[in-house]
């Protein structure tokens, strides 16, 4: 009669100090994001023409952000 053996399953450890750098430009990169999609337009635009608005329109409307 053979006896399983039951596997044990070991938590990953993730150092939070390896982790924060990535989490830090995410979190950025995720904000420089939500600006684009949600606030590029009239007189707070960091552009001038309206390619960035016209290319997240869609998105702006899907997220429900006033548009037009
Ligand atoms: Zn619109």
Known sequence: MSE???AVPVPVRI???EI???AVLVILL???TLYFISAEQGAVS???NSYVH???HDGRHLLAFPCH
């Open 4 to 6: 399983a053996v039951a």
């Open 15 to 17: 150092p939070v100090r």
């Open 54 to 56: 016209e290319f997240v």
């Open 30 to 32: 995720s904000l420089i």
């Open 46 to 48: 960091v552009f001038a």
């Open 20 to 22: 924060l750098p990535w």
